[in-house]
């Protein structure tokens, strides 16, 4: 993928934030760097950083990542596509799409084993979430519920998600109001098996501590 530096000094990066996004030319460099980048516990509050806070502040949870993800993506030529999860009882989660020929991969940040990295290996969006619902949990209870139809987050001003200095949070909303998608009905809902003692114990592993 070609970097666009063009692209790059009329969203108004600083030479160090460029140098940074020259370097994310595939989805799995994006995701390594992604991986090193230390938890945001938000001690201060909820955060929702825009791709430059989050890289000044060497920290980023979910979709603070998922805007830096986006943007390296965006300057690559490549669509600048996310995918929302909502969830019942639970945190929501949100990941970077991307497609290699004709199937799909996520670029995702978890503090836990669960909601990472997809290789694109899905011939569908739908197909790659359905890869994390056996592990998105809370304690016993499998809480993945609705997925967001792929949002191009490219269409939109860059001040508002990637170089704003303020919390996005006009961004999160529009993400979650975006169109969203079922992924299993009501009645499905109430048969799902809790999981088991080994699978509750493995949830406690985290990559970063407070």
Known sequence: MAFDAGLARSIGLTREETA???KLETPEKIQDF???????????GDTCQSARMALQNNSCHCIEAAFIAAAALLLHGQPALLMDFQASGDDDHVLALFKQDKHWG???KSNSIWLRWRDPVYASPRELA????HEY?????????RISKPFDIG??????WLT???N???????????????LISKAQARKLKLRDSLETRAGDFKEFTR
């Not at 949990?137 to 519920?145: C, D, I, P, Q, S």
């Not at 006009?170 to 998608?181: G, K, T, W, Y």
């Open 20 to 22: 940074v996004f020259r």
């Open 34 to 44: 992604l991986t090193g980048i230390p938890i945001n516990f938000e001690p201060q």
């Open 106 to 108: 996520a670029i995702s």
């Open 130 to 133: 359905m890869s994390y619902f």
């Open 137 to 145: 949990v809370n304690e016993k209870h499998k809480t993945l519920r």
């Open 155 to 160: 269409k939109y001003d860059p001040d508002y």
């Open 164 to 166: 704003s200095q303020q």
């Open 168 to 182: 996005c949070w006009a961004m999160a909303q529009e993400i979650d109001a975006s169109p969203h998608v079922d």
